[in-house]
């Protein structure tokens, strides 16, 4: 069965302290990764994607996560967090033998001052 | 930047009222999609929706619900008989093909 799982359901951390939001895959075909955003009382935003290419993908606002087709990982990072990214994160996975979306359970990011 | 529209923003309805919740996906998109998120759960897959029609849907996509394309522009999903346990955020999503799904701000269903 295809699935998504983030280990963490929360992750507290303090400004400026690096962080690593961990989400593992199942998998039996190729598939697009994606980092979710969603800021309290908001929708869901793009963070990042990998659809193929360079395994190391950055966003705008300092994250990057790396697709580790060995391991079936995709973890976020950041080198140094901010309160502002304090937000629930999502991992989602679309298995290229469909086109649908699965998510993980999420990871909430508080980052505290 | 276009982007996906989603209305009303908040529905408040008695159990057992249908209601009908309502997205403009971006203009040259061609899939469709419909999640829901629980307070405080998981973003959940409810249907898929491609060439006018259902390409995929999930466990909780039931005779209750269902979706529809009524024109060029919109893109709906109804629930005929809420109950409590409906309550929750739905999400609806577009993608041109095989890419990134852009959601939309969501409506948050209140089965009373």
């Known amino acids: 069965a295809q699935s998504v799982t983030q280990l963490d359901s929360q992750v507290p951390v303090f400004e400026e302290a690096p962080v690593e939001l961990r989400c593992n895959y199942s998998s039996s075909v190729s598939v697009y990764l994606f980092w979710y955003v969603q800021y309290p009382n908001q929708g869901l935003q793009l963070l990042l994607k990998?659809?193929?290419?360079?395994?190391l993908v950055e966003s705008i606002n300092g994250f990057e996560a790396e697709f580790n087709k060995s391991q079936t990982s995709f973890h976020l990072r950041k080198p140094s967090v901010h309160i502002s990214d304090t937000a629930e994160y999502f991992c989602a996975v679309v298995w290229n033998n469909n086109n649908d979306m699965r998510f993980g359970a999420g990871t909430r990011l508080t980052v505290k001052p | 930047e276009p982007e996906v529209t989603q209305t009303p923003s908040h529905q408040v309805t008695q159990m057992g009222q249908e209601v009908i919740l309502r997205c403009v996906p971006i203009s040259n998109h061609l899939y469709f999609y419909w999640y829901r998120q629980i307070l405080g759960q998981k973003v959940e897959f409810l249907v898929s929706?491609?060439?006018?029609?259902?390409?995929?849907k999930s466990e909780i996509f039931d005779d209750q619900f269902s979706v529809e394309r009524p024109d060029g522009s919109n893109f709906t999903l109804k629930i005929r008989s809420t109950k409590l346990e409906d309550s929750a955020m739905y999400f609806c999503?577009?993608?041109?093909?095989?890419?990134?799904?852009?959601f939309g701000p969501g409506t948050r269903l209140t089965v009373l």
């Open positions: 929706f491609y060439n006018n029609e259902i390409s995929e």
């Open positions: 990998y659809l193929s290419g360079s395994t």
């Open positions: 999503a577009s993608t041109q093909v095989l890419d990134t799904q852009y």
